[in-house]
Each structure stands twice: as C-alpha cells, then as structure tokens.
C-alpha cells in the first residue's frame, strides 16, 4: 500500500527548514509552496532542500537581474552579486555601442530568461557580447535584455551548462561546447565590443572551506581557480587582446584580496585595467579596455 506524501503547513515547512539550517526558511517556504506542483512534488522538493541541494536547483531556476535563469544538477548557480557585472557591462555597452531605445514597461516580478523583451535599438551594427565560462548563461542573457540587438556567442566547457545556456539564451545568440577561446567563429576575433568572463577565482585550498550546497552541487571547474585562484583568469587576460575590438572592455569577476594582482595581470597583458568595487553588492570587478 503506498504511503500518502506529508502534508506540509506554511508554519510546518518553515520549522522544517529551519531545522535544516536554512537561514532565509521563510523565503524558502513561499518558494517552495510556489513552485510545487501538488503534496507529493513538495514533499520531494523539501527531502531534497533538506538534505543540502540547493534551493535554486530544487526549484529548477534562480533569479538574475530581473530574468528567471533555468539551472538543474551539475550547473553553477548565477550569484546575485554578478549582477553588479552585468550593469559595468551594459554601461560600457551603452556608452560605446548604438544606444538603445526607450525599453518597453517591465511587466512585474522575474521574467523568464529566453522570454524577456528586447527594447528596439537605434539603427546601427549590433555589439558582439561574448559570455565565456558561462554556466548557465545568465550573464549573456541578462546584458542582452539590457542591451536589445546584440551578436551573442557564449561558451563553457561544461556539456551540462551548455545545455541550461542554449536553455536560457534562447534565439538571442549561439552558445559553444569547449574551453574558453577554442570553440569561438574565428570571424570574431577583433570585433568583441563586450568579453564577459565568470572565472572561477577560488584558491584551490580555499574550496574545501566553501559551503556544501556549492561544493557538493556545482562543477569544480566553476569554482577552483588554482593557487592563488587566478589560473584561468590568466588564460582569459592573454588571450582576450585578439579578440576584442579597439576599445572594446573584458570584464570579470574576482576577490577583494585579488583585485590588485588581477589589475597588473590585465595591464601586462597591454589592456588598461580598472577595478570597480561595490559594498552594497560585495562585489569586486576587474575591467579590461584595448587601447582604441
């Protein structure tokens, strides 16, 4: 005989969650409750919330600067800090690029990624965006909603990502399988206008000290970032002059400890570096410009 599934109360699931360790157990409540789809499908989401999953990969998506990112088992999780990326990135965009139009009334709460409106862009050649170690493709997808028409080219190195990106991106571009640069259309190189690179940065004796849900649940190639966590920064950094455009910007994401070796990393590679640092997002941005 099978077993009815528990029924879960708001109050119920809070307390469970709370047990658990959950630190925001409201949020994750209404979450929850929001997104299951009868008892027996909670119940599950909640088994799997408690055991340690993420929140984000039990409800199958993340928000991320107003869009709603599909992310699943194996995918890095988009952090909302990045979102302080993205808005460098749209105002190096708008401020070298066709401006674009008015964007149309946002219609409220998150908008699925591969759905959100796309404001008219003045006439003129479309920036090339490229998204490199892009997961999910939460950073590609959110300038491009920013930006309006945009040549779109993402990649990682992950199978499983690729998939969410191809998910999450939708027509607004082309996601490739492979490691940083290889995978690109040669016809890129020169033209980028925008190079967004979600390195990972963790020094590699730090990532055991990172919590489970990350740890466990995400590729440890999103995370380790060698020795000093700078490794595939490096990578990044010399080869982004081929590929960028004169006065086109390569931007990343680093530690506050970082900042400073990743600026020299930038300038030896004959970049101009800026590092843009924001306390209400706790973020720190490392910004690369070829000389126009």
Known sequence: MSVPPPSFSRATLVTTLRAAGCVFAEDEAELL?????????????VSRRVDGTPLEHVV????????????????????RRTEFLVRQAAGLAAATGPRPAPAPVPVPGPVTAGDAPCPAPEPGPAPVVVDLCCGSGALGAALAARLGRVELHAADVEPAAVEYARRNIGARGRVHLGDLFDPLPAALRGRVSVLLANVPYVPTGDVPLLPAEARVHEPLVALDGGADGLDVMRRVVAGAPDWLAPGGSLLMEAGARQAELARETVRAAGLVPRVVTSEEWCATVVIGTRPA
Not at 33 to 45: F, G, H, N, R, Y
Not at 68 to 78: E, L, M, N
């Open 33 to 45: 409750l929001s997104a299951a789809s009868s008892p027996t499908e909670l119940a599950l989401m």
């Open 60 to 79: 199958g998506r993340a928000e991320f600067d107003g869009l709603r990112i599909a992310v699943g088992p194996g995918v890095f999780v988009p952090r």
